[in-house]
């Protein structure tokens, strides 16, 4: 790769920060749900199947109920996401545990059934 393109693509890079926010994995068969905030919402999602699929989850309940009724009983959505801002004052981490808060309010007072 030259130098040019090189230089051209960490610009890119750096001008284009990953998308921030909430997300929810949905258990299709059982109606469970995780719901989960992530400064890297793409990363997050790529790491929760990755190690689902690897037999590894941290999550037990969920890594059973992946092994039990498979990826096709499974969602992944991302709920709703964080615009960057450039104000030094701004607490992206406080604006997605408001997010998350609302979110979890707004699918059920408590989630009938979660991970």
Known sequence: MNKS??????SHYKLNPPAMGVYIIRNLATGKSLLALSNNLDGAINRQRFELKLGTHRNAALLADWKRHGEASFNFAILDTVAP???PAFDADAEMAALLALHADSLARPLP???
């Open 5 to 10: 393109r090189n230089a051209a693509l960490k």
């Open 85 to 87: 801002s450039v104000d």
């Open 113 to 115: 059934s979660c991970y």
